[in-house]
């Protein structure tokens, strides 16, 4: 009984390690992987390296799906270069086999747990909250405890063997192993756990071979449920990705789990391997590279199958909010950004409702464009869109540090700019309808003046479109200093026709209204590309 409560008391160390370890690195890491993935998004092969990548060096495959699902749900990734890195962070996570084979069982660490604990401590405790300092003495407090809770599970599994008798199991198929890989797994949500206890029992010959490789089948199977939970009330691209999680496991599990008697009866004699744990890990490494050179060239075919099996229609701002959870800020930023330009697009939209002009069909890449409706209820979505948005940076801004928080305001104050773009051209719209005088002669005046804006709506919309760009200030300055001047000369103008008694007094009162409303219009689209892309100095 005092060796199964000692075993346990090791596992709960090393679980509780581990977690820690996870949140040190991401603390550590996260930035910098989320930069490596943005960059390795124009192609399959660059997704599943740094999803392997990421996932080997963070040692969370939940957190790597958690940067993947944020980089989907915003728009910036691919779904097919999503999948690549879903089955990348997969082969990731065997790394963590290997390092505790090679260093927990080839190497004496015992000597190094107390200096690693010690020294972690001091600069936990002298690093200011959330600071760079902090995590990394909470790393090397973590890489000792993990280290410490290991020795304790060796320990005690030595001393269980002595009450054990693998033989009476003998009866018990590789498949059986397989259910019990599957069920811990699921229940524990950890395979890095599965692993490390199928390494301690394998090396007291609790378990043979054979038994162990089911064992680690089913604990690849086993991850996939936590996945499906958390991806059974998400979104259409949460489901999506769970669904390429599910569908990965299950054909490397189908795939690996008739070759455990052929590798281990034939391949692994003739490798010469001498120790099992060595076999076990290779093993498990194998099955996984496999799978994903399997899977890769049809990564495409994949994400069109899992796009028709989920789709449901649902507003950008719901999917948002559904994919992210507001205290991933570092996450929730960049998917901010996209909705921010995403609005924008939109807004471009809506306006060209009431200002009719040829505007670039670019403007139509904005996904989820509001179906042909009145201009009052699209003007309504969009709005009802930017209250969302705004509601959801205000969440993410409560958990924001001193650092993150400038980018978070910028997104609001953006939002306003918005917001005044848009009632500019509503406010023409009304002007319009509620003018007395002839149609004919306003519509043909308003169309002349309107023209006078399409370079620069033409301009705004390039500069939208394309994200990595950079705006020179100056041309930001440049379009406004021109706005005004055509509202100057127009204004000219419209005094000239009234001298002339070529129009009437309301006319002249609904032209000066509107050239102003589309100045201030201009004025609001440069606040909100100075804001949406601001300049280097400011990042």
């Given at each position: 009984m005092g060796n199964w409560l000692e075993f346990v008391a090791g596992l709960g160390i090393f679980l509780y390690a581990m977690q820690r370890l996870e949140g040190a690195l991401g603390t550590l890491g996260e930035d910098t992987f989320r930069r490596v993935l943005?960059?390795?998004?124009?192609?399959?092969?660059?997704?599943?390296?740094?999803?392997?990548?990421?996932?080997?060096?963070?040692?969370?495959?939940?957190?790597?799906g958690l940067m993947v699902l944020a980089l989907v749900g915003s728009g910036m990734l691919p779904l097919s270069n999503a999948i690549g890195m879903i089955i990348g962070a997969n082969l990731g996570t065997t790394v963590t086999g290997w390092l505790v084979t090679l260093l927990?069982?080839?190497?004496?660490?015992?000597?190094?747990?107390?200096?690693?604990?010690?020294?972690?401590?001091?600069?936990?405790?002298?690093?200011?909250e959330h600071s760079r300092r902090r995590a990394v003495g909470l790393t090397l407090f973590a890489i000792g405890l993990l280290i410490?809770?290991?020795?304790?599970?060796?320990?005690?599994?030595?001393?269980?063997k002595e009450g054990f008798r693998p033989e009476a199991y003998a009866h018990l198929g590789n498949f059986?192993?397989?259910?019990?890989?599957?069920?811990?797994?699921?229940?524990?949500?950890?395979?890095?756990?599965?692993?490390?206890?199928?390494?301690?029992?394998?090396?007291?010959?609790?378990?043979?071979?054979?038994?162990?490789?089911?064992?680690?089948?089913?604990?690849?199977?086993?991850?996939?449920?936590?996945?499906?939970?958390?991806?059974?009330?998400?979104?259409?691209?949460?489901?999506?990705?769970?669904?390429?999680?599910?569908?990965?496991?299950?054909?490397?599990?189908?795939?690996?789990?008739?070759?455990?008697?052929?590798?281990?009866?034939?391949?692994?004699?003739?490798?010469?391997?001498?120790?099992?744990?060595?076999?076990?890990?290779?093993?498990h490494s194998l099955f996984n590279l496999i799978g994903v050179v399997l899977v890769f060239p049809m990564m495409g075919g994949l994400a069109r199958l899992l796009k028709r099996m989920f789709h449901t229609p649902s507003p950008a701002m719901d999917r948002l909010m559904m994919d992210i959870p507001p205290d991933q800020v570092p996450i929730a930023t960049l998917a901010i950004d996209?909705?921010?330009?995403?609005c924008c697009q939109l807004a471009l939209l809506v306006n060209n409702r009431v200002l009719k002009l040829p505007m670039p069909s670019v403007i139509g890449g904005a996904e989820d464009t509001p179906a042909r409706a009145s201009y009052p209820e699209e003007y309504r979505a969009l709005r009802d869109r930017e209250g969302q948005l705004s509601a959801f940076i205000l969440e993410v801004l409560a958990h924001a540090q001193e650092r993150e928080k400038p980018a978070l305001l910028r997104a609001l104050k953006l939002l306003r700019h918005l917001g005044?773009?848009?009632?500019?051209?509503?406010?023409?719209?009304?002007?319009?309808?509620?003018?007395?005088?002839?149609?004919?002669?306003?519509?043909?005046?308003?169309?002349?003046?309107?023209?006078?804006?399409?370079?620069?709506?033409?301009?705004?919309?390039?500069?939208?479109?394309?994200p990595h760009r950079v705006v020179d200030t100056e041309a930001l300055h440049q379009l406004q200093r021109q706005a005004r001047k055509d509202h100057l000369e127009f204004i000219d103008r419209i005094y000239g026709w009234i001298r002339e008694e070529a129009i009437q007094g309301e006319t002249f009162i609904v032209l000066t209204n509107l050239s102003k409303h589309l100045q201030d219009m201009q004025k609001q689209w440069v606040g909100c590309l100075q804001l949406l892309r601001p300049p280097p100095e400011q990042r």
């Amino acid at each position: 009984m005092g060796n199964w409560l000692e075993f346990v008391a090791g596992l709960g160390i090393f679980l509780y390690a581990m977690q820690r370890l996870e949140g040190a690195l991401g603390t550590l890491g996260e930035d910098t992987f989320r930069r490596v993935l943005l960059r390795a998004t124009g192609s399959n092969a660059g997704s599943v390296a740094s999803g392997t990548m990421a996932t080997a060096v963070l040692q969370s495959s939940s957190m790597v799906g958690l940067m993947v699902l944020a980089l989907v749900g915003s728009g910036m990734l691919p779904l097919s270069n999503a999948i690549g890195m879903i089955i990348g962070a997969n082969l990731g996570t065997t790394v963590t086999g290997w390092l505790v084979t090679l260093l927990g069982f080839k190497l004496s660490l015992s000597p190094i747990v107390l200096p690693f604990m010690g020294v972690g401590g001091l600069v936990y405790i002298w690093g200011e909250e959330h600071s760079r300092r902090r995590a990394v003495g909470l790393t090397l407090f973590a890489i000792g405890l993990l280290i410490f809770g290991l020795d304790t599970m060796k320990e005690s599994v030595a001393g269980l063997k002595e009450g054990f008798r693998p033989e009476a199991y003998a009866h018990l198929g590789n498949f059986s192993y397989l259910l019990v890989g599957l069920v811990f797994t699921a229940i524990i949500q950890s395979s890095s756990a599965s692993m490390l206890i199928t390494l301690n029992a394998l090396s007291a010959g609790l378990v043979d071979l054979p038994a162990a490789a089911a064992i680690i089948i089913g604990a690849d199977l086993g991850t996939t449920i936590t996945i499906v939970v958390g991806g059974l009330k998400g979104s259409d691209n949460k489901r999506r990705v769970a669904g390429a999680h599910v569908l990965f496991n299950l054909g490397t599990s189908i795939l690996a789990y008739p070759l455990i008697t052929p590798v281990f009866g034939h391949l692994y004699p003739w490798l010469n391997f001498t120790d099992p744990l060595y076999g076990l890990v290779v093993f498990h490494s194998l099955f996984n590279l496999i799978g994903v050179v399997l899977v890769f060239p049809m990564m495409g075919g994949l994400a069109r199958l899992l796009k028709r099996m989920f789709h449901t229609p649902s507003p950008a701002m719901d999917r948002l909010m559904m994919d992210i959870p507001p205290d991933q800020v570092p996450i929730a930023t960049l998917a901010i950004d996209r909705a921010l330009r995403e609005c924008c697009q939109l807004a471009l939209l809506v306006n060209n409702r009431v200002l009719k002009l040829p505007m670039p069909s670019v403007i139509g890449g904005a996904e989820d464009t509001p179906a042909r409706a009145s201009y009052p209820e699209e003007y309504r979505a969009l709005r009802d869109r930017e209250g969302q948005l705004s509601a959801f940076i205000l969440e993410v801004l409560a958990h924001a540090q001193e650092r993150e928080k400038p980018a978070l305001l910028r997104a609001l104050k953006l939002l306003r700019h918005l917001g005044y773009a848009t009632k500019a051209v509503k406010d023409i719209r009304e002007d319009l309808r509620h003018a007395s005088v002839a149609d004919r002669e306003l519509m043909r005046l308003k169309r002349e003046r309107t023209q006078l804006e399409q370079p620069r709506l033409e301009q705004i919309t390039g500069w939208l479109a394309e994200p990595h760009r950079v705006v020179d200030t100056e041309a930001l300055h440049q379009l406004q200093r021109q706005a005004r001047k055509d509202h100057l000369e127009f204004i000219d103008r419209i005094y000239g026709w009234i001298r002339e008694e070529a129009i009437q007094g309301e006319t002249f009162i609904v032209l000066t209204n509107l050239s102003k409303h589309l100045q201030d219009m201009q004025k609001q689209w440069v606040g909100c590309l100075q804001l949406l892309r601001p300049p280097p100095e400011q990042r």
